[in-house]
Nanobody
Framework: QVQLQESGPSLVKPSQTLSLTCTVS??????????WTWIRQPPGKGLQWMGV???????YYSPSLKSRLSIFRDTSKNQFSLQLDSVTPEDTAVYYC??????????????WGKGTLVTVSS
């Protein structure tokens, strides 16, 4: 029932900031058994976990990205977003937003957006 949709730019210039938003429908981002995550996949490489924001707004980031990554939410719009500063071509990837259920009956059940390709280039 939960559906997620990424939105944001397809092209970002090096040294600029990448901002993406995930719009959630079919469930509230504040329900206490959800965790909301950003994951990306560079071309030809595996999935990379970036960070998570929980139902109460707590955040946790990948150590390799935490110095330039922020994840935040807008509960009035049922959205959560990422901001990645000082991007380089190595940040080119398909970016996915996901939701994870943590309640006992449905633990591990997850929902994925279709992904959005972001290219970092001059």
């Amino acid at each position: 029932q939960v559906q997620l949709q990424e939105s944001g730019p397809s092209l970002v210039k090096p040294s600029q900031t990448l901002s993406l938003t995930c719009t959630v429908s079919g469930g509230s981002i504040t329900t206490n058994y959800y965790a909301w995550t950003w994951i990306r996949q560079p071309p030809g490489k595996g999935l990379q976990w970036m960070g998570v924001i929980t139902y109460d707004g707590s955040t946790y980031y990948s150590p390799s990205l935490k110095s330039r990554l922020s994840i935040f939410r807008d509960t009035s719009k049922n959205q959560f977003s990422l901001q990645l500063d000082s991007v380089t071509p190595e940040d080119t990837a398909v970016y996915y937003c996901t939701g994870l259920r943590t309640d006992f009956r449905y633990y591990g059940m997850d929902y994925w957006g279709k992904g959005t390709l972001v290219t970092v280039s001059s």
